[in-house]
């Protein structure tokens, strides 16, 4: 880009080049030939690289933050050449050189360009090497605030992050070349076939490209992937752990007295009615007798559709006699069908086995698919099965019925959301409800945020002084801001540092209020919002929620025994309890992590 360009007036030739010059010229003009580099592009690139170096909501390796920092820098690039793209068509024609600086311009000495070439890829990569290292430290300062151990061996390693990001943004850049030259081919095939003209064949050319890509993904590739994913997973859904033993029990589905046949339920389903902690089990924790726990689940391949899994899930509630039970908790499950055994157990615990706990399968896909493809199955079957539980359940007689509850974590809170209308339907037909992790997109926690108290923050937020709905990340917090607490309660669990409750569509172009406020207590003070790069800093941590410590991120099982006893407020129930049932818990995971 040069003065030149903007205007067509003659100017003095520029002096001729020396003997070691033209040596430097050629050398560095086989360079650009190579990479075809845009300086402009290249400076935004560094920005957005830098940008996406500073803390996230949770530690990285330096081999996952070069390959973000690496997307991240394409995108910059690719918006840096569209305003050096802008800047020669628009608005550089239109600027009135004066003839001195035209004539300065023109006598330049031809290294002078070579010096600013030079002297910018020379910051930029200083830049992006002090951002690494600074980098470097700020994964320390995540990794110490939610007691890890530091994810990079020392400042030196995790300089290896800017070598693979160059190497990302290479291989993304020489994609989209690729990408363009398609582009013109299709503008060539419109100029000279179909006789469109020019200045009309580029733009179509474009659309061309692009609807075709997005036709290609949306009905071929992204149904040609979720059908071979599903197949995949389906297949999985038919492993069933050593540890995993068809029942006996009656009040298990599974069972040979089961209406739900063993081999439907799906691996996690299997898991789920072989696993439930014994009587005595229940005894040694509680020092009272107990009663038998049931279990209800129904897979994908019980019935033939969620019409018929949920009535089959209700037959085997009443074949087991699960309405003459203290409680009855309705769960919604994630991807897969997968229960947490940490928030069921707690609930069989507390009440002494005198409990019925229900779920259905929806999806072969674990949820990270599941989001992407199956949102829409999860609330159907979460509305279905609460509905006809309910149905069945307020055809009791008042006095007779057992305490209903509500659960769901991650996905499995959306799908259960979507039983409801709003606070009062909730409060109208439950008698509590515990969500763990909502994702950012669940309708009625997005109102509940949305409608908290003036003054209160986005992370812990107080709705209605707390009089139904509490927020909360710590067991303190489940008691604030007053004892005051009408029943139902409504509790939502979730950390500052859980990219699954803070990623949204809007990190591109807007900041959070919880980017405005002070910082969570798990989260880098240092962490800022900046346009499109933190939407994907926020996005590559969704897959990593739930690799780090307890009490960080998506791992919530050290805070939902507190939760569900805010909630179902079991009778009897002390800290010398809360503290053997946490016991309990914690070996019970442990076992489970070996064992499954």
Sequence with gaps: MTIDDASSAPAPPAPAPTASENVVVRGIHLV????????????????????????????????????????????????????????????LPRISWPDRAKTAWAKRPS???????????????????????????????????????????????????????????????????????????????????????????????????????????????????????????????????????????????????????WDTLGSEGRWFVANAPTPLAIEEVTGKPAREPIRVYTGLESAAGFEAQTDLAVAELDRTKAFERQVLVVISTTGTGWVDTTSAESVELMFGGDTALVATQYSYLPSALSFLSDRDKSMSMGRLLFDKVYERWAALPEDNRPKLLVYGESLGSQGSEGAFSGLADIRNRTDGVLWVGPPNSNRLWSEFVRRRDPGTEEITPIFADGLSVRFAASADQLAKPSPNWTEPRIVYLQHASDPVVWWSPDLLFSQPDWLREQRGPDVSPSMSWYPIVTFWQVAADLPRAQTVSDGHGHNYGNLVPDAWAAVAQPPDYTTELAARISAYLIESMATERQLK
């Design 111 to 261: 290294w002078t360009t070579l010096v600013v070439k030079a002297v910018i890829v020379a910051v930029c990569l200083v830049v992006a090497i002090l951002m690494t290292t600074r980098s470097a430290h700020w994964q320390r300062e995540i990794t110490d605030l939610m007691g890890m151990a530091p994810v990079s061996d020392s400042v030196a390693a995790y300089l290896r992050t800017t070598l693979l990001g160059a190497v990302v943004v290479g291989l993304l850049i020489w994609l989209s070349r690729g990408v363009v030259r398609l582009v013109r081919s299709v503008t060539r095939g419109l100029n000279q076939w179909v006789r469109i003209p020019a200045s009309l064949a580029r733009p179509l050319g474009v659309v061309i490209v692009v609807v075709a890509a997005v036709l290609l993904f949306n009905g071929v590739l992204a149904k040609a992937f979720f059908t071979v994913a599903n197949s995949a997973f389906s297949a999985r859904n038919s492993h069933t752990s050593a540890h995993a033993i068809q029942p006996t029990l009656p009040e298990r589905s599974g069972s040979p007295a089961s209406l739900a046949h």
């Design 32 to 91: 650009e030939r190579f990479f075809h580099p845009n300086y402009t592009g290249l400076v935004v690139a560094t920005m957005f690289f830098s940008w996406s170096m500073t803390p996230s909501l949770l530690p990285r390796d330096w081999f996952f933050q070069g390959l973000v920092s690496g997307i991240n820098a394409t995108i910059g690039y690719g918006l840096g050449c569209a305003l050096a793209w802008a800047w020669r068509t628009w608005i």
